[in-house]
């Protein structure tokens, strides 16, 4: 149940069969998500963490106005909200936006994982580290980088993670987000993301239809990204 989750720990640690048993023990309880259903609210106090096992989810904040940001997209193998072990209320929700699969560990669970086992709590910590360092590239991205470095950026990410836990074929990975998400992500308007996702398809670097994304030239598609693996932590080394 739990293989893309292990996929994900296990590229950047060794997790022996110990960790991997009590892991596969601590998270449990599966459920299905909705679309636009919310997997934790905000404001909410959850007793236990998420782990999405299919689908694609996101971490979103509402303004006043009504206008959604969206500020990490999670995939199959994440934890969606293990910080909330620490800070307890929910400053974000994270809601489905494909049907979604999720189970759970509980924080009671988890303080023993914390309690007994100071590696695999260094691993899931790292989880966490990561998630923050996905949250700096997407804040210099937006910040900095023109908007079709931004969506050339965020396929490429995209791309990696997926690679990651195996959802990744013939260089093709599906992505059940409407437009309007995407945009979303990107803090643009629904127009500029389609004046910006035209440009990159007269580049020849991707093809994006049906929800479906096939890069077709990745060192160019990087290069317009000026994307660098670094941030997403991808050397397995002892934690």
């Keep these: 149940m739990i293989e893309r989750l292990i996929r994900n720990l296990g590229a950047r640690d060794e997790l022996d069969q110990l960790e991997i ?20 609210s905000q404001g909410s106090r959850p007793m236990q963490s998420t782990v999405l096992l299919d689908g694609i989810a996101a971490r979103y ?9 969206i500020t990490a997209i999670h995939v199959p ?17 994270v809601v489905a936006l494909s049907p979604c699969k999720v189970a759970t560990a509980t924080h009671k669970d988890l303080t023993t994982v914390t309690e007994t086992n100071p ?29 079709k470095a931004h969506l050339a950026h965020l396929i490429c990410e995209l791309f990696t993670r997926l690679a990651l836990v195996g959802l990744v ?10 437009q309007t998400e995407v945009a979303d992500a990107l803090g643009v308007s629904l127009v500029h993301l389609n004046k910006t996702l035209q440009s990159l398809r007269s580049d020849g670097v991707v093809q ?28 397995k080394e002892r934690r």
């Design 61 to 69: 904040r509402v303004l006043e106005n009504g206008k959604r940001q």
């Design 119 to 147: 590696h695999l709590s260094r691993v899931l910590w790292l989880s966490t580290v990561i998630d923050g360092a996905i949250h700096r590239e997407w804040i210099v991205a937006m910040g900095r980088r023109s908007k």
């Design 208 to 235: 994006w239809a049906d929800r479906r994304i096939t890069v077709l030239q990745w060192d160019r598609l990087a290069n317009i990204g000026e994307f660098d693996d670094t941030y997403l932590n991808l050397i």
């Design 169 to 178: 074929k013939d260089d093709t990975f599906h992505l059940p987000l409407s």
């Design 21 to 40: 048993s009590m892991l596969n023990r601590i998270v449990g309880r599966e459920r299905t998500v909705s679309v636009g259903h919310d997997i934790v």
């Design 77 to 93: 193998g994440d934890f969606v909200d293990l910080h909330a072990f620490m800070l307890k209320t929910m400053d974000h929700g």
